[in-house]
């Protein structure tokens, strides 16, 4: 609810290969699915089992606020004022995260959030927030905030947003207890929140290596003069005192008030601009740098860095100093904002260009140009639908991050599903399937007496995957982006008739556990490399959800499960293995348990840096 009491400056590396056999890989996708299970929470039990009331389960966390938007909450165009939805945002996921850590929580992050749908006067705004996992001190919580017309019954979805909390204890120190999901979509959210935790530590070294290694056409001196307008003239400062009503009963300054105040002063410059009354679209993911308390001056700086075709970014900086004579102003948070002018059809408005001042004007123009690039890769690789998106995605530095949560994130979600079905069982190989969003989906599962970590080592090695997978003829590591990430050409045997042999670019994303029960996992899914085209001597396959999850189940005991998701063109072969016409599936799979026996000892050297 307050921003970040302290600073926190952790930084970790971070960042799917073909399927179970790379015969079976072509064509195969994963649902970028939206986080709705379509599964009825009143399916769930609670801890305690079925309710006794027969009512539905509800997360024990959850949060719900609703307010009736008055003539004060509004703008000037009579909508509800961002600021004070950001304020209502604030509160309702704090009170979900105190309700699970038991004490105090300040707001450390909050990730991208997009606005759907603005809303009148009149309307209901609906908030809802609910703890997706816990971590040692902070935690994630996950909102959707929709608008409800209370005449016509109708609703709509605004905005749904991800934040990060932080338990805070004067004299003691904070372990949070851990969230148990147990409907289809919390064991989905509880899952990939780890990997979304990975990208929020690595985000502020994302952006320093993409601005330094991409090159922005500006193309100043190409546009028109008569519709520019100098960047400074869109500059505005304000200040504010921070009184009790601002502050929690801490006196921490709350967030959500903080972030009121920021977008207050980035909608001015950016009617400084326009000349005329914006609309805020975008807020990109941004961290508290440090403490607020009641007795301070907040100075809030805006201006508008880049004005594109039908878009501006506003960046905002907020200062923090305690007395008149303080010379040192404590940074508290930076942001920037996206607005676009609406005309009568709510339609994007041409936008006048910017011309920079010499110096850091320059600098912020290129770095907003860099991150509307890095924001569409995360809006549309990190949380795109499957339809949105070709399977093979281009590969290059300004997306890595993204692909690489993508690339784990989908093959957890394909594994939280809950309505697999056992389709045959022999020689102690499970054969599981999934009917779901026009896919049909497998899933492969056995016990090996071999320890988790040292098969993930070799699994996760795909140069070793010849050894007992007849369907790779060749594997040749063309990038290694880090230590859990590597690019795989792989070359595979012709297969159904084509004379051609096939070949695949993969990428191969690895994750060691998260917490005690998370598995091992090693996620593989196609990309597109300039190093490496299409070429008539192979036939290009394609896969974007396959992989393997490994459980400990106890000292050197195993539970290896492969997951891989089939598209219509290629259901022929899957099928016949599902309705037990070919036993390959099985074979190959029995191929990797001897292959992990026999291998358990070769790395053993190598167990400790797991």
Not at 480 to 494: G, K, R, T
């Amino acid at each position: 609810m307050s921003q970040l009491c302290r600073g926190r400056s952790s930084q970790i590396a971070g960042r799917r290969r073909v399927g179970f056999g790379t015969a079976l890989a072509e064509g195969f996708a994963s649902v970028f699915s939206s986080r709705t299970s379509r599964k009825s929470a009143s399916r769930a039990r609670d801890a305690d089992g079925a309710m006794a009331d027969g009512e539905g389960y509800r997360n024990p966390t959850e949060v719900q606020m609703s307010q009736l938007v008055l003539p004060c909450h509004t703008n000037q165009r009579g909508e509800l004022s961002v600021g004070q939805l950001l304020k209502w945002i604030d509160t309702t996921a704090c009170l979900s995260a105190e309700r699970h850590a038991g004490c105090p929580c300040v707001t450390a992050s909050m990730d991208d959030i997009y606005f759907e749908h603005t809303i009148s006067v009149g309307q209901v705004v609906n908030i809802k927030a609910k703890v997706n996992r816990a971590f040692n001190s902070s935690m994630e919580v996950g909102i959707q905030v929709t608008s409800e017309d209370l005449c016509s019954e109708k609703q709509w979805t605004v905005c749904k947003a991800l934040a990060t909390f932080v338990a805070h204890r004067e004299l003691s120190k904070v372990k949070l207890k851990q969230i148990t999901p147990r409907t289809e979509e919390e064991k989905t959210e509880h899952s990939v929140a780890a990997e979304r935790r990975r990208m929020r530590l690595v985000y502020a070294d994302t952006i320093k290596d993409l601005l330094a290694n991409c090159a922005i056409q500006d193309n100043l001196e190409s546009r028109d003069c008569s519709r520019m307008v100098p960047a400074e003239k869109t500059r505005v400062e304000s200040v504010e005192l921070v009184l009790p009503p601002h502050a929690n009963h801490q006196g921490n300054t709350f967030g959500g008030q903080i972030m009121a105040w920021m977008e207050n002063v980035a909608t001015i410059a950016a009617s400084r601009l326009c000349r005329s009354h914006p609309t805020l679209k975008a807020i990109e993911m941004f961290h508290f740098r440090g403490p607020s308390q009641v007795g301070d001056r907040l100075v809030l700086k805006a201006i508008v860095n880049n004005a594109f075709k039908h878009s501006m970014e506003v960046g905002v900086c907020v200062e923090a100093y305690r007395q008149e004579a303080e010379t040192h102003r404590r940074h508290i948070n930076s942001a920037f904002m996206t607005f676009v002018v609406l005309d009568a059809d709510d339609q994007p408005q041409l936008l006048p260009w910017i011309r920079p001042q010499p110096g850091d004007g320059e600098r912020r123009y290129r770095e907003a140009s860099a991150r509307k690039k890095i924001r569409l890769d995360r809006k549309y690789i990190v949380s795109c639908k499957q339809a949105e998106v070709p399977l093979s995605v281009p590969w290059d530095p300004s997306n890595q991050v993204y692909l690489s949560y993508n690339n784990v994130s989908s093959l957890k979600m394909l594994v939280a599903k809950d309505n697999w079905v056992l389709s045959s069982e022999s020689d102690q190989v499970r054969l599981y399937t999934l009917e779901d969003d026009k896919f049909l989906s497998f899933h492969m599962e056995m016990t090996v007496h071999v320890d988790a970590a040292q098969a993930f080592l070799l699994l996760s090695d795909l140069r070793r995957r010849p050894e007992w997978d007849r369907h790779y003829r060749s594997v040749e590591v063309v990038q290694q982006v880090d230590e859990d990430d590597a690019i795989c050409h792989v070359i595979s045997p012709p297969l159904g008739g084509d004379p051609k042999p096939q070949d695949f670019v993969i990428l191969a994303s690895r994750r060691k556990p998260c917490d005690n029960g998370d598995p091992y996992i090693i996620a593989l899914r196609s990309v597109t490399l300039p190093t490496h085209p299409e070429t008539p001597e192979y036939r290009r396959g394609e896969t974007l959800c396959s992989g393997f999850c490994l459980w400990r189940e106890g000292d050197q005991l195993t539970k290896v499960s492969y997951y891989n998701q089939a598209t219509p063109g290629f259901l022929n072969y899957v099928t016949t293995n599902v309705t037990g016409l070919s036993s390959e599936f099985s074979a190959t799979f029995k191929a990797c348990e001897q292959f992990l026996v026999d291998n358990r000892s070769d790395l053993a050297p190598s167990l400790q840096t797991l």
